[in-house]
């Protein structure tokens, strides 16, 4: 190779190198909102969501977020947020981090109360606020329900959302008495689900209803 040759790689690799450099870390992180259904009878479930915040607890890396909300009648607020966290890059600052996460999830789901109505609908739209504003490139809504919304006569939810470049996975959808007389609720509740989620620009809209399978929350499309 020439000296104008060399010359020239090793440009192009000092350029490749500082832009690389550039990368904002953040886009190399996943956050996860995970959205706890706390209405009517489902309010029971919510114990088990303790498995799945506990799963991404020890799944999810330092610079990755996770924030745990729940779904009540209105849930278009910060103040349903129940726990959120930025693991730190310190393993032991992050192992902390983790403990306290755990111990704040554990108290609410012990004392959870169920509430009248279902806002699935506002708890994904702070959802999606809150991952966008992570900075993620990777952005994940988990929602812990029967997918049985419920609002009442004020609320109002019947309009277009952006879920833009975020992943939905409902999990834990257990079928109602009704959906048992006849499974076309049930699957025709789902199908409803899925046309908003990607109507609204969602990468992904998927089902998860083994728990004993979470592993496929992170796995490949």
């Not at 849930?75 to 730190?88: M, P, V």
């Not at 609720?185 to 979470?214: C, P, T």
């Amino acid at each position: 190779m020439n000296r104008r040759a060399l010359w020239a790689s090793l440009v192009i690799l000092g350029l490749a190198v500082a832009a690389a450099g550039c990368v904002d870390p953040r886009s190399q992180s996943h956050a996860v909102y995970v959205l706890i259904d706390t209405s009517g009878t489902y309010a029971r479930e919510a114990g088990k969501a303790q498995l799945i915040i506990n799963y991404l607890l020890g799944t999810l890396q330092p610079g990755d977020s996770l924030a745990v909300a729940r779904v009540q009648s209105r849930s278009f607020t910060e103040k349903d947020i129940i726990a959120k966290a930025i693991f730190d890059q310190r393993p032991s600052q992050a192992n902390a981090q983790k403990r306290a996460f755990r111990e704040k999830t554990d108290a609410f789901l012990r004392t959870v109360q169920g509430s009248a109505y279902t806002d699935i609908t506002g708890g994904m739209i702070q959802g999606a606020e809150f991952l966008n504003e992570t900075g993620a490139g990777k952005k994940t809504i988990l929602v812990f329900s029967d997918m049985q919304e419920e609002l009442d006569k004020v609320t109002i939810r019947n309009f277009p959302i952006s879920l833009k470049n975020i992943r939905v996975i409902a999990v834990n959808v257990v079928k109602l008495n009704t959906d048992n007389i006849d499974p076309r609720r049930y699957l025709g509740r789902l199908e409803a689900w899925q046309k908003r989620v990607e109507g609204a620009g969602a990468s992904e809209w998927k089902v998860i209803n083994d728990l004993e399978r979470l592993d496929a929350i992170f796995a490949k499309s």
